[in-house]
């Protein structure tokens, strides 16, 4: 281990935006291979399956933390938010892989990037957070992206397409979940919680498609959970490596990530079209984030400022 400390310490002092920049490609890279065994698995093995399974082997990851220190991260008196949490874990997860195996991996990539767009507009109406008029604005900005991308009236629409939408909005809605639960709950608990949800979840319904995997695939599920867990921790290096304006602006390498990985393994490539919209997206999302932190800047001298 003394081997890579060295190589630990030149890491750490590289600039925070190289660090978040290293962490959000290996995010792109985790996610997207995620989504490529599940769609090679999807022939021969039902999405609800590969779903369930995901969901054993990324609780079989966090038992280690659930158990630490005598079970601390056990202890909630939020069972129920945490089961209603689960319902849209576990949805969005399934519509995700449902995408893949309808759509190229770099268009899945380029929808997920209207998420900050989304989660705005949910912020605004669910969590009564002021509707100021450059809210709107980058709003505006990424639903032209957002139709840019998909084009409607101009191709043929395909149910990817709306399982990958369908799929940001419920992440969305577990991400207000998980702002409302962060206010008394430790990381750590909120994700072990989602895991122990979900895998009941998973099971009631893959039971009736049930097929058992060969030890081969089996391999190739379990590395579908490694990689969900990886994707997770990689995105939240990033975030404390930079800036969220800065995380957000570097997450446009997924789409490169997702693009070549497609390439190289369905020989696919995303229209002209779809990297346009993404920039477009990632433009409105930047100007989301942007604006965002000088208000809480402002908020915060205020507050900090004599009386």
């Known amino acids: 281990m ?3 400390q060295p190589l630990g310490v030149w890491f750490d002092s590289l600039p925070g935006a190289i660090r978040a920049g290293f962490w959000i490609t290996c995010a792109g890279a985790c996610f997207t291979s995620m989504m490529t065994i599940a769609r090679t698995l999807s022939p021969e093995l039902s999405i609800l399956v590969v779903v369930f399974f995901r969901a ?4 079989m990851f966090l038992l280690p933390t659930a158990f630490a220190n005598g079970g601390a991260r056990l202890r909630t008196n939020k069972i129920p938010m945490y089961a209603i949490r689960g319902v849209s874990a576990y949805l969005s997860v399934t519509f995700f892989f449902l995408a893949a195996t309808y759509i190229p991996l770099g268009d899945i990539a380029a929808i997920g990037f209207t998420r900050p767009v989304f989660a705005c507009i949910a912020a605004i109406l669910i969590l009564g957070e002021l509707a100021r008029s450059r809210r709107w604005i980058a709003i505006a900005i990424g639903v032209v992206g957002a139709l840019i991308v998909v084009r409607p009236g101009f191709q043929e629409m395909n149910p ?4 990958a939408v369908t799929a940001v909005l419920l992440s969305v809605c577990n991400s207000i979940m998980i702002k409302y639960l962060s206010r008394t709950e430790h990381p750590d608990s909120i994700a072990i919680y989602q895991a122990v949800f979900v ?11 049930w097929k058992t995997p060969t030890m081969e695939q089996f391999a190739w599920l379990l590395l579908i959970g490694a990689f969900g867990a990886l994707t997770q921790r990689a995105l939240a290096r990033s975030f404390h490596a930079a800036d969220a304006t800065v995380v957000i ?3 446009f390498i997924r789409l490169p990530v997702a693009a070549l990985i497609g390439l190289a393994v ?3 490539w995303p229209a002209i079209w779809v990297w346009i919209g993404s920039i477009v997206i990632v ?6 984030t942007k604006k965002e932190a000088e208000d809480k800047e402002v908020n915060k001298a205020s507050s900090e400022a004599p009386s």
């Open 249 to 251: 602006t570097l997450d």
């Open 56 to 59: 054993i082997f990324g609780l």
């Open 283 to 288: 433009a409105s999302s930047v100007l989301l």
């Open 199 to 209: 895998a009941p979840y998973a099971l009631a319904v893959a039971v009736f498609v």
């Open 160 to 163: 990817g397409i709306l399982f």
């Open 2 to 4: 003394q081997i890579f």
């Open 266 to 268: 369905f020989n696919e």
